[in-house]
């Protein structure tokens, strides 16, 4: 991908497929018209740095012969010495693969793109970026759903253990401000969210929840003495999270991006889900313990 946009301006490619019902449509003028004007509201779109098709082949050896005559006799030597590897272009002669070079595989090009093809019903957009868009679409969809969940149920698991509501919400505030920072990152920093970083998410509702029933069961133990539950807890907790996160730190060496972003993200969870814990929970324990 590097290589393609250092010496083409271009990183990734998207795949249409322009369907016909006419059994003449390689040599039809209204569908090449048609397949034409679809690709001008394609080369519109911003990200899109050029479109491919057959009948752009055609206009290219046009444009440099200037006889028409002459040019479709070259085309058509071209097609019978398989110069243009025309089942590559067309298929059974009516059904035409159009060629998207694209900036990035970013996930808003592609909308943009899917929203265009949309419009049309015989138009299928497809390709490695695209099909991957969907699958990453639908998992974190469905991951970033199980959230809510995966937090309900650790409340449960709070309340079921310590057979207090007030410890088990308690519990869970850390866990809900970690995600809300985690999410509030991903946004800043226009990382890509897929179905890895996704996870990281999951991972900070499971180590979160550690650091908040460290807390507890310290507090628990020593009967409300906050300072001394401090004292007990901090260093062990602070030291699992930086060495979580220095320990993941490799991986921003690492020549894929996915696991810089993983580094990055883990760096984010795991300081916010213990810092959150060794400062929010005090804060709270002390209000209730005025309140009450």
């Not at 265009?116 to 970033?144: A, E, W």
């Not at 809300?180 to 900070?204: C, D, E, K, P, Y």
């Not at 029933?213 to 009967?223: D, N, P, Q, T």
């Amino acid at each position: 991908a590097h290589f393609f946009k250092e010496n083409f301006g271009y990183s990734s490619i998207a795949i249409i497929d322009y369907r016909t019902d006419l059994t003449d449509a390689l040599y039809n003028d209204t569908v090449k018209s048609e397949v034409l004007k679809f690709e001008r509201r394609l080369k519109n779109i911003d990200g899109v740095v050029g479109v491919l098709s057959y009948f752009d082949i055609e206009n290219r050896i046009l444009e440099n012969v200037k006889n028409e005559l002459l040019a479709k006799f070259i085309v058509y030597r071209m097609i019978k010495e398989d110069v243009i590897p025309i089942d590559q272009w067309v298929y059974k002669g009516k059904d035409f693969k159009i060629i998207l070079q694209l900036k990035s595989g970013n996930s808003d090009i592609l909308r943009k793109i899917r929203d265009v093809c949309g419009n049309y019903d015989n138009v299928t957009f497809t390709g490695p970026d695209y099909l991957f868009y969907i699958l990453n679409s639908k998992i974190v969809r469905d991951q970033v759903s199980s959230l809510s969940l995966a937090v309900l149920l650790v409340f449960l698991l709070l309340l079921f253990f310590y057979r207090s509501v007030k410890y088990a919400l308690k519990g869970i505030i850390p866990i809900l401000f970690t995600l809300t920072v985690f999410f509030g990152f991903l946004r800043l920093s226009h990382f890509n969210l897929n179905v890895v970083i996704a996870n990281i998410a999951s991972i900070a509702i499971g180590v979160g929840i550690d650091y908040s029933i460290h807390f507890i069961g310290s507090y628990v133990y020593h009967k409300g003495d906050i300072d001394a539950t401090i004292r007990s807890v901090s260093i062990p907790v602070m030291a699992n999270a930086l060495g979580l996160s220095v320990g993941l730190s490799g991986l921003m060496l690492s020549p894929m991006r996915v696991h810089f972003y993983i580094s990055c993200c883990m760096w984010v969870t795991m300081l916010t889900s213990s810092f959150a814990a060794m400062l929010l929970l005090p804060i709270l324990f002390r209000i209730y313990a005025k309140i009450s």
